[in-house]
């Protein structure tokens, strides 16, 4: 097998594993979408979660919140807007993505701060 042969060999084992990859990522990322789907039906069923709304408004209220924040604020208590609106899509508002980030992690810190407060199983 000459040295060219050989090049080429690798050239396509590399090819054909940048494209499983990309395969693999592909059906993770449907996985994933699959997932939030269930998630946003599930949630326009049930209604949302009054802590994660409670959470949007809070954050979004605050005196130290972005503008872009406390413009959805307004806008969901002129009755504009809702909350669980827009929890179902929050990349159409300005700011949306960021107030969603936010309000999640809010979340994740208040779980964790529960659970270390609570005492340790015996």
Known sequence: MSQGTLALE????????????????????????????????????E???????ALFDE??????????????HQRVHEDRLTWAAFW???QDEPGGLALFSAVVHAQLAR???????QPPES
């Open 10 to 45: 690798w050239e396509q084992l590399g090819q054909m594993q940048a494209e499983h990859a990309d395969q693999d990522l592909r059906l993770a990322m449907d996985r994933i979408d699959g997932l939030f789907s269930d998630l946003i039906a599930r949630e326009a069923e």
């Open 47 to 53: 209604g949302m979660d009054p802590e994660i709304a």
């Open 59 to 72: 954050l979004s209220g605050a005196e130290s919140a972005r503008a872009d924040f406390r413009s959805l």
């Open 88 to 90: 179902a899509s929050p």
């Open 111 to 117: 779980q964790r701060q529960t659970a270390a407060e």
